[in-house]
């Protein structure tokens, strides 16, 4: 079946680091890739999105790219802030597989000291 | 605009206890769905529905009854607590059934307790 593999944490950095996080999936279809933030005593967010193979998603100064050859979706940023500490979750949804319900990974506590 | 919004924020049930997590979203979404999340575990699909009148099973629906008698509310009961049922559980909605790049929308969260 459908499943995602993201990088465990927690994940500690200090303010203007660079973040890399890492995402692959396994899906039957053509997965549309999500990135999606949960802040402290939050709800899950969209943070980006990606729905077609070298299609790069953006926000917040995050970045991904949808790679198909390597089914990776890794989440990016240059320079990350006190306040980008939360728990980011990568998900995938595919209409074929998963019959369009969210896949999830298990997700990546960041913390980012000043 | 509310979007999702689920109560109660916090319980405590004792084990055998039933009780119904409420859900309702105001964006006239299509697709909900009941996920619960466990330390190390992501977010587990527990059910789903594409409409009113219409539920499935998703990973975990052991223990977990749902009903969609209108588009807007999704209420999941729990018809005899255990302890593995403590978790923190999330509702979301979304625009369109299996659309490509369909974003969800996450209610606060219920965080549950069994003793």
């Known amino acids: 079946g459908d499943s995602v593999t993201q990088m465990e944490g927690p994940v500690t950095l200090s303010e203007e680091a660079c973040l890399t996080i890492n995402c692959t999936y396994t899906a039957t279809g053509y997965p549309s890739l999500f990135w999606y933030v949960q802040y402290p005593g939050e709800g899950l967010q969209l943070l980006l999105k990606a729905t077609k193979a070298d299609d790069k998603g953006s926000n917040k100064g995050f970045e991904a790219t949808y790679r198909k050859e390597t089914t990776s979706f890794h989440l990016e940023k240059g320079s990350v802030q006190v306040s980008d500490s939360a728990v980011y979750f990568c998900a995938l949804s595919d209409y074929g597989g998963s019959q369009g319900n969210l896949i999830f990974g298990k997700g990546t506590k960041l913390s980012v000291k000043p | 605009n509310a979007g999702v919004t689920q109560t109660p924020k916090f319980q405590v049930l004792k084990t055998g206890q039933s009780m119904t997590l409420q859900c309702a979203q105001d964006m006239n979404h299509e697709y909900m769905s009941w996920y619960r999340q466990d330390p190390g575990m992501g977010l587990r699909l527990i059910h789903y529905?594409?409409?009113?009148?219409?539920?499935d099973q998703g990973e975990v629906p052991n223990g977990y009854n749902v009903s969609r008698s209108t588009t807007e509310d999704f209420p999941l009961r729990l018809l005899s607590a255990a302890p593995s049922q403590t978790s923190v559980y999330f509702c979301?909605?979304?625009?369109?059934?299996?659309?490509?790049?369909?974003?969800?929308?996450f209610g606060q969260g219920t965080r549950l307790t069994v003793v």
């Open positions: 979301a909605s979304s625009q369109k059934y299996g659309g490509m790049g369909t974003e969800a929308f």
């Open positions: 529905s594409v409409g009113a009148g219409i539920t």
